[in-house]
């Protein structure tokens, strides 16, 4: 765990949705609330003045003096263990979440989306066939957009374009869908190429015995001649 040495850790606990940040105790350092720190192979979380609590909690407190008390529930000891701590990257929190339930990984995603420059959109039900595959793409890459910043002419092009994913698409479809323009602009953001085939369906009334492609790594339209 050389990561907490640089403070690049976090301790979670089960049934508990806070995230806390971990860092090395010092008797130097001023103590931030709900912040994890290492002493003796425990993490202790600060928890505030003592002399205001009535029922106390593993963790961490000060008093009026600037004493510091180290309390830890003997049942609870396994929990706030060194061996505990992860890795507080970006990456390995979003790996994390998609193993723990769905609510509280909306709650962290939604954390992320606000304290960093990453976009990660929602998924939803309805989106269309262009917003869902835009939306992936996304979530694999997990880009910041500033980084991107280059292949907008204005600042607020960013938000204009994050506006198309965000709006919820209407069940019907008639609303709120991504439109080709946006979705080609998308595509251009993320470096991503666009290949795209129509061919008849097996059953088709009257096949045209052509399949047509669109190849943007190529510059253009085609059309080739097939069998059913």
């Keep these: 765990m050389n990561n907490y040495l640089y403070g690049n850790c976090i301790l979670t606990i ?51 003096k600037g004493q510091y008390f180290f309390y830890m529930d003997e049942e609870e000891k396994e929990k706030f263990k060194f061996d505990n701590i992860k890795d507080d990257s970006i990456i390995s ?18 954390d992320i989306n606000k304290s960093t420059d990453i976009y990660l959109p929602d998924i939803d039900e309805n989106d269309d066939v262009f917003k869902r595959l835009i939306k992936m793409i996304l979530l694999e890459k997990k880009i910041s957009l500033k980084d991107y910043k280059n292949k907008f002419k204005k600042t607020h092009d960013i938000t204009n374009i994050k506006a198309s994913l965000d709006v919820k698409t209407s069940p019907d479809g008639k609303r709120g869908a991504l439109t080709v323009n946006n979705a080609w602009k998308w595509a251009d953001v993320l470096d991503m190429d666009v290949f795209i085939e129509f061919r008849d369906k097996k059953d088709s009334q009257e096949p045209t015995m052509k399949v047509f492609k669109y190849d943007s790594a190529e510059g253009g339209y085609s059309e080739e001649d097939v069998e059913l």
Excluded: W
Excluded at 93 to 110: D, E, G, H, L, Y
């Design 14 to 64: 089960e049934g508990d949705e806070i995230i806390y940040p971990v860092k090395p105790f010092d008797y130097e350092i001023t103590l931030e609330k709900d912040k994890g720190y290492l002493k003796d192979g425990y993490v202790y979380i600060y928890r505030g003045n003592i002399t205001k609590k009535k029922k106390y909690a593993s963790g961490l407190f000060t008093d009026e």
């Design 93 to 110: 929190i979003i790996k994390r979440a998609n193993s723990i339930s769905p609510r509280i990984q909306n709650t962290i995603m939604k």
